[in-house]
């Protein structure tokens, strides 16, 4: 477990949590991450199969954004910054939440600077 592409399931389980660990891109391919109707129902949430409990994902994806305010851009092409915007954009695309539509401006905000060249380090400011 480890770094922004994956999550960690946070529900209770009696005294400890479930702790079972997710790749994003897979949980978003399969319907069980984001934003999904129908029958499961998530609005920037993360669905565990394993202990079928629900993990918020606005704090996630905020975490993506701070992770890519702080890469040093005299180290980075853009592409990884990119690629961590468009993760916390996939996370958060279609929600109801008034955090997750306010972070959501954020974050896209903070991808047209970056395609524009324009520093990304003042997102948070």
């Not at 209770?12 to 994003?24: A, E, M, R, S, T």
């Not at 008034?98 to 954020?106: G, H, I, N, Q, V």
Request: net charge negative.
């Amino acid at each position: 477990y480890g770094g922004y592409s994956y999550i960690m399931c946070k529900v209770k389980l009696g005294d400890n949590i479930c702790g079972h660990v997710c790749h994003l891109e897979c949980a978003l391919r399969s319907y069980s991450a984001g934003t999904v109707g129908g029958t499961i129902g998530l609005d920037s949430e993360y669905f565990c199969w394993r202990c079928d409990g629900r993990t918020e994902l606005i704090s996630h994806a905020n975490k993506l954004l701070q992770t890519c305010e702080a890469i040093d851009t005299d180290d980075d092409d853009g592409d990884i910054k990119e690629k961590i915007l468009k993760l916390g954009i996939c996370l958060l695309r279609g929600s109801e939440k008034t955090a997750a539509k306010d972070l959501m401006s954020r974050i896209t905000s903070a991808m047209s600077m970056l395609k524009h060249g324009t520093d990304t380090e003042d997102i948070l400011n």
